[in-house]
């Protein structure tokens, strides 16, 4: 094994298959822009090639797939796009980036667009083969069912050649090591290797597997890596997209348990690739964190709530049955109960809104208490409106905060008022119609019925 050091300092370039059609999803969108984890796929397999080195990132894609490009850049903002006019190959689809790949980085890392679960550590492993002197270094796994994938044919620890399932003799196909399709090549005789590949085969098709033989016939050493199934999971229908989910998902909570968050029944959780957890944080069963949720220490988010794109601050408790949108802020100590939803809204220290509410497009200020029933009327039908509460702010139950409107520091708004004027710091407001008593009514009226004067008329009011 080389050291960490040493593989870090190779240049890297890691080239991004992602030409695919993907007709098996049954999609309008591209299969590569498909999430799990509330990643897309694509995304998740940069994340690992940058991760495990590539400083250099190539993407290929297939035309009229300028979201795939767009996606792309958004997390890796150098990559290079190529295009892939037609289909020909994983060897053809590899050759698009010839620019790149001419540039003689060290390494070269091929990777599928749809095999999301690849892990950096095992891209690192492909490439300290590399760096102990592999021209091509290939990820074999044992597949539950090995129809359909190239088999590896090894010599000891060396890689002699991929033969392609259609290509294969019945012999070859007893062979349980198969081709997870994810290569590493030398940089410095990529080109050689990969301009010697025809299609001369069953498919006609330009094959990246090749390299294996051609590099060995070159006087060139092969080698196989073997990881696990799920690593090598590839992606081609939406029932494939839901087992990788659910692979996802183990992996992701464990690694939420391992870092110390306290789950009772995390089968029931489902979190996002970058959902982040600080010490002594309690998620309760039948959680969900969409994307960009982080939650600080000691915070506690009760059963059946859903996050997304929010900020849960130190001590605080979210629900039970709370939703969080995007740009949801609580601050330290803050209490969101059952039935509250809260949008772009910023929930300073210690406020609280324990139930039935809408609050969006606002700041609660710290302390202040919000009722239950409280509503923010941010949208008038054509723009949407801020509403502003001060800091120690009272709100009674059933009150419609009509924005822009602004309730004062310490202000006190009667429960069931309609406030559409500013409120002064401390003062209150009460908007409602004056309360009457008629003493007697309803008994009256129950005197009426019981003589059987069924359509005797209501007493006065
Ligand atoms: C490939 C491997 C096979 C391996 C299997 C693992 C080859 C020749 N075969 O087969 O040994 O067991 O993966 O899943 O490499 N792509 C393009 N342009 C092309 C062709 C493919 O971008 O012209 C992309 C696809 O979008 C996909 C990837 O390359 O992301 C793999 O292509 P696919 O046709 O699925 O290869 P397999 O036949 O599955
Ligand atoms: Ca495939």
Redesign the pocket.
């Known amino acids: 094994m080389v050291s960490g050091q040493k593989t870090r300092r190779r240049t890297c370039l890691a080239i991004v298959?992602?030409?695919?059609?993907?007709t098996r999803m049954r999609a309008s969108l591209p299969?590569?822009l498909h999430a799990i984890g509330g990643r897309t796929l694509i995304a998740h397999v940069l994340n690992a090639a940058i991760e495990a080195g590539g400083s250099d990132i190539a993407v290929?894609?297939?035309p009229d797939h300028d979201a795939v490009a767009r996606e792309a850049r958004a997390l890796a903002p150098k990559a290079k796009i190529f295009q892939?006019r037609?289909?020909?190959?994983?060897?053809?689809?590899v050759l698009?980036a010839r620019k790149a790949i001419a540039r003689r980085p060290d390494d070269i890392l091929v990777v599928?667009?749809?095999?999301p679960l690849v892990r950096p550590q095992v891209l690192r492993e492909l490439r300290a083969a590399l760096a102990r002197g592999a021209a091509v270094a290939v990820l074999g796994f044992r597949p539950a069912d090995p129809a359909?994938?190239?088999?590896l044919i090894t010599r000891g620890d060396d890689l002699l050649a991929?033969v392609?399932?259609g290509d294969a003799t019945s012999e070859q196909r007893t062979i349980t090591l198969?081709?997870?399709?994810?290569?590493a090549l030398a940089g410095k005789t990529a080109l050689d290797v990969l301009d010697r590949i025809d299609s001369r085969n069953s498919?006609g098709?330009?094959?990246?597997?090749?390299a294996v033989a051609i590099a060995r016939d070159m006087g060139l050493k092969a080698m196989a890596i073997e990881t696990g199934e799920d690593d090598?999971r590839?992606i081609?229908t939406k029932a494939q997209l839901a087992a990788a989910e659910a692979v996802l998902q183990n992996r992701l909570r464990a690694a939420a348990l391992e870092a110390g968050v306290a789950m009772v029944a995390p089968e029931t959780v489902f979190l996002s690739a970058d959902t982040k957890f600080g010490k002594d944080v309690t998620v309760e069963p039948n959680v969900v964190f969409g994307p960009g949720v982080t939650v600080g220490d000691g915070a506690t988010i009760r059963a059946f709530s859903h996050l997304e794109g929010a900020h849960v601050g130190k001590g605080a408790r979210v629900g039970p049955f709370a939703r969080l949108r995007p740009g949801a802020e609580l601050g330290a100590d803050v209490h969101i109960g059952n039935f509250v939803e809260v949008k772009q809204a910023k929930i300073e220290a210690g406020a609280k809104a324990n139930h039935l509410s809408y609050i969006g497009d606002a700041r609660v200020g710290g302390g202040a208490n919000i009722g239950a029933g409280t509503i923010t009327c941010n949208y008038d039908g054509a723009a949407k409106h801020r509403t502003d509460i001060g800091k120690g702010a009272f709100i009674g139950s059933n009150s419609s905060l009509v924005a822009p409107v602004k309730i004062g520091d310490g202000a006190y708004v009667g429960s069931g008022s309609v406030v559409t004027r500013n409120v002064p710091d401390g003062a209150l407001t009460l908007e409602r119609a004056e309360q009457r008593i008629k003493p007697g009514w309803a008994k009256r009226l129950r005197a009426l019925k019981s003589l059987g004067k069924k359509k005797a008329k209501k007493p006065k009011r």
């Open positions: 298959l992602a030409a695919g059609e993907g299969k590569v290929v894609i297939g892939q037609q289909r020909r190959g994983t060897a053809h689809a698009a599928f667009g749809d095999t359909g994938y190239g088999r991929i392609e399932d198969c081709n997870g399709g994810l290569m498919k098709e330009f094959y990246l597997t090749d090598m590839g081609n």
